[in-house]
């Protein structure tokens, strides 16, 4: 007799897991191995010149290379609405760790990131994100993570760099979009740089919360119009420029999620 056909799927299920499991526990520590060289690279090259571009075709190999680990298939819309020789900030929703390298990727600009201060804890590791410019910040102290952000955001200015900031300041558990934080958009009425919203779907499949193994699978970037800023103040404003954001953010978000379930 023949199989019966939910006989396949589960046996098909079992070996995209397995497959899925391998790739994770045998290329995570090795990615995480090379890490270690890369970031002792990123402190050498930069020890030299801080401003060589030798450290973005660093990162972007080290991005290229996380990626690779499930992997991950990629969708690019909106790319049009980036101007390479402009910088921004970036405003992204956060579904997994698998948005950094992803932004590292498809953005065809330099761009730096705010890190909680843990991450820095691996001393070689640490020191390259110091190096190459990753800002630091302290979840617990406000105060700390304001003079850290305004002090990123000088380096970034000073190394021509964009700055890459998601808005509900940690990851989603459940791949619903979380309340923003108005950081990002006072970043860029502060800077005067135009806002470049990003919307990620799909992130959180390829690492789902609670789980340590990778799964390959498909992932949609679109990049939105940026939005300019150099009009605005905090004062006037802050509050309905990020309110916009978030509801445009989120009704965007919720149309590619029902796109991609139907």
């Given at each position: 007799?023949?199989?019966?056909?939910?006989?396949?799927?589960?046996?098909?299920?079992?070996?995209?897991?397995?497959?899925?499991?391998?790739?994770?526990?045998?290329?995570?520590?090795?990615?995480?191995?090379?890490?270690?060289?890369?970031?002792?690279?990123?402190?050498?090259?930069?020890?030299?010149?801080?401003?060589?571009?030798?450290?973005?075709?660093?990162?972007?190999?080290?991005?290229?290379?996380?990626?690779?680990?499930?992997?991950?298939?990629?969708?690019?819309?909106?790319?049009?609405?980036?101007?390479?020789?402009?910088?921004?900030?970036?405003?992204?929703?956060?579904?997994?760790?698998?948005?950094?390298?992803?932004?590292?990727?498809?953005?065809?600009?330099?761009?730096?990131?705010?890190?909680?201060?843990?991450?820095?804890?691996?001393?070689?590791?640490?020191?390259?994100?110091?190096?190459?410019?990753?800002?630091?910040?302290?979840?617990?102290?406000?105060?700390?993570?304001?003079?850290?952000?305004?002090?990123?955001?000088?380096?970034?200015?000073?190394?021509?760099?964009?700055?890459?900031?998601?808005?509900?300041?940690?990851?989603?558990?459940?791949?619903?979009?979380?309340?923003?934080?108005?950081?990002?958009?006072?970043?860029?009425?502060?800077?005067?740089?135009?806002?470049?919203?990003?919307v990620i779907e799909g992130t959180d499949r390829i690492s789902t919360p609670g789980s340590k193994v990778f799964h390959a699978g498909s992932v949609v970037v679109r990049i939105l119009p940026p939005i300019v800023t150099s009009d605005m103040t905090n004062k006037d404003d802050l509050r309905p420029f990020a309110d916009a954001v978030e509801t445009e953010m989120g009704t965007i978000y919720e149309a590619m999620h029902r796109a991609r379930q139907s």
């Amino acid at each position: 007799s023949y199989p019966h056909p939910s006989d396949r799927v589960y046996a098909t299920g079992m070996l995209e897991n397995f497959i899925a499991a391998a790739r994770t526990f045998v290329l995570v520590p090795l990615l995480f191995l090379y890490t270690m060289v890369l970031a002792l690279a990123v402190i050498i090259v930069v020890a030299i010149d801080p401003k060589t571009k030798a450290q973005d075709r660093i990162v972007e190999h080290w991005a290229n290379l996380f990626l690779a680990i499930p992997p991950v298939r990629i969708t690019v819309e909106g790319i049009d609405n980036v101007d390479p020789d402009q910088r921004y900030v970036v405003a992204s929703n956060h579904l997994s760790m698998f948005d950094i390298p992803l932004l590292f990727r498809v953005l065809p600009i330099h761009g730096r990131f705010l890190s909680k201060k843990e991450v820095f804890r691996y001393p070689v590791i640490g020191r390259g994100m110091r190096a190459i410019g990753i800002i630091e910040i302290d979840r617990d102290s406000s105060g700390s993570s304001r003079a850290a952000i305004n002090a990123g955001v000088g380096i970034a200015a000073e190394r021509g760099y964009s700055l890459l900031v998601f808005p509900e300041g940690t990851r989603s558990r459940d791949g619903e979009l979380l309340p923003f934080k108005r950081g990002a958009c006072r970043i860029a009425i502060d800077t005067g740089l135009p806002l470049l919203p990003v919307v990620i779907e799909g992130t959180d499949r390829i690492s789902t919360p609670g789980s340590k193994v990778f799964h390959a699978g498909s992932v949609v970037v679109r990049i939105l119009p940026p939005i300019v800023t150099s009009d605005m103040t905090n004062k006037d404003d802050l509050r309905p420029f990020a309110d916009a954001v978030e509801t445009e953010m989120g009704t965007i978000y919720e149309a590619m999620h029902r796109a991609r379930q139907s």
